[in-house]
């Protein structure tokens, strides 16, 4: 999977830099575009995905999704502050300004990042135990709301400049552009997908290792 | 370079940094946790006697 996400990953960026049609509106600076939309859409993927988790958490009572759920929320803040950073970077290209309050889609953005940033908070103040899953799960599960408000604030919005490229006509993006779009989406969420996997191995390995230490003291 | 490419660059600059600073620590994590696995083991051959 690493391997796939190195090639998808550089693949895309080749496309977005080398071959992608220039904008005729915003010329290089759209190329951004390639980068921080696949961005934004895999933080809602892991946001979503830790939702998930959570929600099987409280179905079936396992406590393995605990650790799954957390580990998904961990990525959608790291891909949710990339989104953050490289949008402001964008905005500021394209608008002349780093943030605009009176962007619907953006302010949205922002609660929903915050949102997940305070369920650490919530998290490592509360005792280690299913009492700490159970509550976790809740939290996560409440911040998947947000995601499709989130997502659809900017067709709600009256008066922006976030533009609108995908409505109900279908990608408003040449061939060319869509095609390279979905690449560095593809490539995108196999990154996440392969970090997700890393971050959930050593995490399993730091709690066997830490029950291990445990029965050595004890026995 | 136009104003716009280097904010091209940089937000690529910052993405790749990104992962560069995620894979390190990554990479910090592992070697921990083979430190704590060989003392573990030595640990544990000690208690063996």
């Known amino acids: 999977m690493a391997v796939a996400a190195a090639v998808v990953l550089v693949t895309g960026v080749a496309l977005a830099l080398l071959w992608a049609p220039e904008d005729a509106d915003q010329g290089p600076s759209q190329r951004i575009f390639y980068l921080h939309v696949p961005i934004a859409l895999t933080a809602y993927a892991c946001f979503g995905w830790g939702a998930w988790k959570a929600l099987r958490l409280l179905w079936t009572g396992d406590q393995r999704y605990d650790l799954e759920s957390y580990t998904a929320v961990h990525m959608g803040t790291i891909f949710g502050t990339l989104t953050l950073v490289t949008g402001s970077i964008w905005a500021r290209t394209s608008w002349g300004v780093w943030w605009s309050w009176g962007e619907r889609q953006l302010v949205l953005f922002l609660i929903l990042f915050l949102f997940y940033a305070a369920y650490f908070m919530l998290r490592f103040s509360l005792p280690d135990g299913p009492g700490r899953a159970r509550i976790s799960a809740v939290y996560a599960l409440f911040g998947v709301v947000l995601i499709p408000i989130s997502f659809l604030a900017i067709r709600l919005a009256e008066n922006f400049i976030h533009p609108v490229v995908f409505t109900r006509d279908g990608p408003q993006m040449s061939g060319d552009m869509f095609f390279t779009f979905c690449v560095s989406l593809a490539g995108m969420l196999l990154l996440a997908g392969t970090l997700y996997l890393n971050e959930l191995a050593g995490k399993r390995l730091d709690l066997r290792l830490r029950d291990l230490r445990e029965s050595l003291e004890l026995g | ?49």
């Open chain 2, 1 to 49: 370079m136009s104003s716009g490419e280097k904010y091209l660059a940089a937000v690529y600059l910052v993405v790749l940094a990104t992962v560069l600073v995620y894979v390190a620590i990554i990479s910090a994590k592992l070697a921990r946790l083979e430190r704590e696995v060989t003392e573990l083991a030595e640990r544990a051959r000690e208690r063996r006697g």
